[in-house]
């Protein structure tokens, strides 16, 4: 090929300009940069509106009729699920304000559970989509999270019911750190594999997940099982002393997790952002070539950031265990993993993108579960949702074609990922 | 951008490195350990193994049974090994090697069974029938996905595909009341999904992980709703005309063959079919050649006259097809209902049987047959009361596909240019 004849020296110099120019890009204001992000959103919605209308029969019936009714009826399907939605994932606004002016104490909880159940909702997808961001930072595909997170939960579940008698400041850490060692073992095996033998991370990830689901299911059953649980895969329940506690009383599952996913999502944009390490890890990542000649190792890098990756999606598991289920199911995720891809991506693979894409699947899938008690939209909607949104962010110039926007001077950051021969 | 040395790489690949040949041997070695320690002295010298060699409810082709006696059969099998394994060390099986890891692995799954079923009976013949079936759905995703990589797509999709495939084949199947209508239908939704990640990644240029990621996503939403809102509350849309056991003339007749092979449903022919279709066109005509030199390099392909995007289309298409015949398989060939994620990871394991199979049509239907069976091992052993977890030989197949990834057996030969999109310059 002529390229390889080109002054290496040069080309290299024009590699690392290139960073310093995406530089410069990412200072483009927050709104810029969300356009496309919210306008996917938006439009999302939209599609799932559409979806709403097209699958109901009685607005088939009312078309039938005629269609100014049937508009009317499509309209009124719509509004009352999407205001069920909003409910379920907000609250009853007029609730809500009452209860604020009132003092009623436990009247204020419940008005604005919805919301807190929301962030509950959203906590595991904070770590799990971090877990894929990390990656992709790095040019690591991780589809591994659900694997990641069932084998975090079981080392999470397993220190947190069969050691007693700790205080629970010690404890509940403990267990918690358990999940993200079991997660970054988990993580480990593909990041060692990528690194000295060039596997594919996409395929030994995938098959890690399977193995993980089968471990799970053999401890849930054996080891791990639940004394009388008759055969059914499920853990003991964990000691009082590892769980991460709740803010209030019953029905109300607000908990600290919450508060330590956004500690963990800042301090992985500080590592990220702010350290030598970081930046060798998106040298890596955006460029390996250029990382090459400026001598970082990307083995190091590689199992580093797998490790790391898959110790955040173990703190998924975890938290999830510790502060809500408070023992162990094969049930645990509802897919979390694929989802988290979507988050990841969706929220720009930027810490703050995926906390807010977080926050917002998390409500989105809260609110969904009163739509389908109210309107009878099965839940799974919000995963169309989802990947529609997903195209859209991955693809925007199919959203600047539908909006008419025009396109931007630079051109976007890509994310690298190598194909499966793993030569990079 | 590597492409010419890479193409030059892959010409080292037939020869066999110095190290590679002695963990080999050393392994094949193991093999014969393990079955001497942990089958054979494990097992006592009267004790006989039986194996039905008729699956049941068959009456062609039917092959008297085998009755073994346990130990002797072990201690050759491992006495076998042992001897494979010494040549391997001292002189080399050369080109063969990786045969002959592969009949001591036979070995190895034999003489499992043979000491599973120590003092009791196996119908062996009946595990392979069903090792068969559940190969089905692999193998033909493994074909959609070298449809896809060999023209230079990744496809990670195959699973969303097959998902989709499956609801689509159920309910046209139940409101015609047609099986091939239902495969038909199955077959259509598949293709719109490989359009829409043909279009993500060749058109956008999308990363085409992320867009396989898309489709997934998609299939497993839109067909968990679509089940809740209507498949569980109308029976008669999810009731299909299933397609059922055809013994083929003559073959159906050759005793053991015969029932396995030749006496299953029309997927099983279809495998067949495609494997021999897939293997002669892509390495056999001109139409493989222009095919496969887009996947490996495109720049070049396009200064021969060759289009592509045109191509690359095709054969995202092409694999949409396939893998809406395995979607199809599931409800139409073997459950007869649809189920919410009922293809259960199948796609991804297609993927790995691909991979395994060295993007070899080939290659892909053995690494199927084997996933298969481990599969079909796993449901046997339970029911002869094993000690061993199912779990765990559920896991074989993962395991052995990440040991082959590792470049145990060899580095596969991926497309080269796969996963990148083209630009026309």
Same mark, same amino acid.
């Given at each position: 090929m002529t390229e390889q004849k080109k002054d290496l020296?040069?080309?290299?110099?024009?590699? &690392?300009?290139?960073?310093?120019?995406?530089?410069?890009?990412?200072?483009?204001?927050?709104?810029?940069?969300?356009?496309?992000?919210?306008?996917?959103?938006?439009?999302?919605?939209?599609?799932?509106?559409?979806?709403?209308?097209?699958?109901?029969?009685?607005?088939?019936?009312?078309?039938?009729?005629?269609?100014?009714?049937?508009?009317?009826?499509?309209?009124?399907?719509?509004?009352?699920?999407?205001?069920?939605?909003?409910t379920g994932a907000i609250g009853d606004p007029v609730r809500m304000i009452n209860a604020v002016r009132g003092d009623d104490a436990k009247e204020l909880r419940q008005a604005f559970n919805p919301f807190l159940e929301s962030l509950v909702q959203a906590t595991p997808y904070i770590f799990a989509g971090l877990a894929v961001a990390l990656g992709f930072r790095s040019g690591l595909f991780n589809i591994g999270v659900e694997g990641q997170l069932f084998i975090g939960a079981a080392c999470a579940t397993f220190v947190g019911y069969s050691i007693t008698g700790l205080p629970a400041w010690i404890h509940m850490p403990l267990a918690f750190i358990a999940g993200a060692l079991g997660g970054a073992f988990w993580g480990f095996i593909p990041g060692l594999l990528k690194a000295k033998t060039g596997g594919h991370e996409v395929i030994n990830t995938i098959m890690m997940n399977w193995i993980a689901f089968r471990l799970t299911e053999w401890l849930l059953s054996g080891?791990?099982?639940?004394? %009388?649980?008759?055969?059914?895969?499920?853990?003991?329940?964990?000691?009082?002393?590892?769980?991460?506690?709740?803010?209030?009383?019953?029905?109300?599952?607000?908990?600290?997790?919450?508060?330590?996913?956004?500690?963990?999502? !800042?301090? &992985?944009?500080?590592?990220?952002?702010?350290?030598?390490?970081?930046?060798?890890?998106?040298?890596v990542g955006t460029n390996p070539r250029a990382a090459k000649y400026a001598g970082l190792s990307t083995t190091k890098s590689i199992i580093l950031a797998m490790s790391l990756s898959g110790a955040l999606a173990g703190m998924a598991g975890a938290v999830q265990i510790l502060a809500v289920n408070r023992s162990m199911a094969l049930g645990l995720s509802s897919g979390y993993g694929f989802d988290s891809i979507a988050l990841a991506l969706i929220g720009n693979?930027?810490?703050? %993108?995926?906390?807010?894409?977080?926050?917002?699947?998390?409500?989105?899938?809260?609110?969904?579960?009163?739509?389908?008690?109210?309107?009878?939209?099965?839940?799974?909607?919000?995963?169309?949702?989802?990947?529609?949104?997903?195209?859209?962010?991955?693809?925007?110039?199919?959203? #600047?074609?539908? !909006?008419?926007? #025009?396109?931007?001077?630079?051109e976007e950051e890509q994310i690298f990922l190598s194909g499966w021969g793993g030569q990079s | 951008m590597t492409t010419s040395s890479r193409v030059i790489e892959h010409k080292h690949i037939a020869e066999i490195s110095s190290t590679r040949k002695i963990v080999i041997g050393v392994v094949e070695i193991l093999i014969g350990l393990l079955i001497y320690l942990a089958f054979a002295a494990k097992t006592t010298g009267e004790a006989l193994t039986k194996f039905v060699m008729t699956p049941g409810g068959i009456d062609q082709g039917l092959m008297a049974d085998w009755i073994l006696p346990s130990r002797i059969t072990l201690l050759v099998l491992a006495a076998a090994a042992f001897v494979i394994g010494a040549y391997q060390l001292i002189r080399g099986f050369g080109k063969w090697t990786n045969l002959m890891i592969g009949i001591c692995a036979l070995f190895l799954t034999f003489g499992f069974l043979v000491w599973q079923a120590a003092d009791k009976q196996l119908n062996l013949a009946g595990m392979l029938s069903s090792a068969v079936l559940l190969a089905v759905p692999i193998t033909l995703g493994a074909f959609s996905g070298i449809l896809a990589e060999r023209s230079g797509i990744v496809n990670i999709s195959i699973e969303g595909m097959m998902l989709m495939a499956s609801m689509a084949a159920a309910i046209v199947g139940s409101v015609t009341k047609n099986a091939w209508l239902g495969l038909l239908g199955g077959i259509l939704s598949s293709i719109i999904l490989a359009l829409i990640l043909g279009v993500l990644s060749i058109k956008y240029k999308i990363n085409q992980v992320i867009s396989g990621t898309v489709i997934n996503i998609f299939s497993a939403g839109m067909t968990a709703f679509i089940s809740q809102k209507f498949l569980q509350h109308i029976e008669g849309l999810n009731n299909p005309k299933m397609f059922t056991r055809v013994p083929l003339p003559v073959l159906a007749d050759i005793p053991l063959i015969g029932?396995?092979?030749?006496?299953q449903n029309l997927f099983v022919y279809l495998m067949f079919l495609i494997l021999i279709i897939l293997q002669v066109a892509l390495f056999q005509t001109r139409w493989g050649l222009r095919f496969r030199s887009v %996947?490996?390099?495109?720049?070049?392909?396009?200064?021969?006259?060759?289009?592509? &995007?045109?191509?690359?289309?095709?054969?995202?298409?092409?694999?949409?097809?396939?893998?809406?015949?395995?979607?199809?398989?599931?409800?139409?060939?073997?459950? %007869?209902?649809?189920?919410? /994620?009922?293809?259960?990871?199948?796609?991804?394991?297609?993927?790995?049987?691909m991979i395994f199979g060295n993007?070899?049509?080939?290659?892909?239907?053995?690494?199927?047959?084997?996933?298969?069976?481990?599969?079909?091992? /796993?449901?046997?052993?339970?029911?002869?009361?094993?000690t061993i977890p199912p779990q765990f030989m559920a896991m074989a197949p993962y395991l052995i596909t990440m040991v082959v990834l590792a470049g145990f057996i060899g580095k596969g030969q991926a497309p080269a240019a796969e996963g990148e999109p083209y630009e026309k310059e």
């Open positions: 020296g040069q080309e290299i110099l024009n590699e &690392i300009n290139q960073d310093q120019l995406k530089k410069e890009h990412s200072r483009k204001p927050f709104l810029g940069k969300a356009t496309i992000p919210l306008l996917a959103i938006v439009t999302g919605l939209i599609i799932g509106a559409l979806l709403i209308a097209l699958t109901s029969q009685s607005v088939y019936a009312a078309f039938g009729e005629s269609i100014g009714k049937g508009f009317t009826q499509a309209f009124s399907e719509i509004g009352s699920a999407y205001k069920a939605l909003f080891p791990m099982t639940r004394e %009388g649980s008759g055969g059914m895969p499920i853990s003991p329940i964990i000691e009082k002393t590892a769980e991460i506690p709740q803010f209030f009383p019953s029905p109300i599952r607000f908990h600290l997790g919450f508060f330590m996913a956004l500690i963990v999502a !800042y301090v &992985i944009w500080w590592i990220l952002f702010k350290t030598t390490w970081g930046l060798n890890l998106r040298t693979t930027h810490p703050v %993108g995926v906390v807010l894409s977080s926050i917002l699947f998390g409500t989105l899938r809260n609110g969904a579960t009163r739509m389908m008690v109210v309107s009878s939209i099965p839940i799974d909607i919000v995963d169309v949702v989802q990947a529609i949104i997903l195209m859209f962010v991955a693809a925007p110039a199919i959203i #600047r074609s539908i !909006y008419h926007l #025009r396109k931007p001077k630079q | 029932p396995i092979l030749f006496n %996947g490996e390099h495109p720049k070049a392909a396009d200064t021969l006259g060759i289009n592509v &995007i045109k191509t690359r289309y095709m054969g995202v298409i092409l694999s949409g097809l396939v893998a809406g015949i395995a979607g199809a398989f599931f409800t139409l060939g073997s459950v %007869g209902r649809f189920d919410e /994620g009922m293809t259960a990871g199948k796609g991804f394991i297609g993927l790995a049987a993007w070899m049509p080939v290659g892909a239907i053995g690494a199927g047959a084997l996933f298969g069976f481990a599969d079909a091992i /796993g449901s046997k052993l339970s029911l002869l009361g094993s």
